[in-house]
Nanobody
Framework: QVQLVESGGGLVQAGGSLRLSCAASGRTFSSYVMGWFRQAPGKEREFVAAIRWSDGNTYYAESVKGRFTISRDNAKKTVYLQMNSLKPEDTGVYYC???????????????????WGQGTQVTVSS
């Protein structure tokens, strides 16, 4: 049973930085894709970034390219999302998700992930 626990959210001014963490437990993750999604009030959940655990390949939404970096620590079974140059439109609840053997074409599809964390709130003030 895979379990995901996010941490690191908070309130930050525009232009600031935050680092989110997603601690995974329950099994080995060599075949998994780990993703970050976010949901703003009144909006649908959207893809932010993903990383393939086996080879470290990364994927980003266009809106965060150049500002956000996803990474993993194999020993700690933890995935990170470093968020720089934050904007008010980055505000939302950020969720960590996991999916085994996910093809590249589907990494942005939230319905392809079968394990989710509880979410962590990120608020960026203008």
């Amino acid at each position: 049973q895979v379990q995901l626990v996010e941490s690191g959210g908070g309130l930050v001014q525009a232009g600031g930085s935050l680092r989110l963490s997603c601690a995974a437990s329950g099994r080995t993750f060599s075949s998994y894709v780990m993703g970050w999604f976010r949901q703003a009030p009144g909006k649908e959940r959207e893809f932010v970034a993903a990383i393939r655990w086996s080879d470290g390949n990364t994927y980003y939404a266009e809106s965060v390219k150049g500002r956000f970096t996803i990474s993993r620590d194999n020993a700690k079974k933890t995935v990170y999302l470093q968020m720089n140059s934050l904007k008010p439109e980055d505000t939302g609840v950020y969720y960590c998700a996991a999916s085994p053997n996910l093809g590249t074409s589907f990494v942005q599809s939230s319905n392809r992930y079968d394990r989710w964390g509880q979410g962590t709130q990120v608020t960026v003030s203008s």
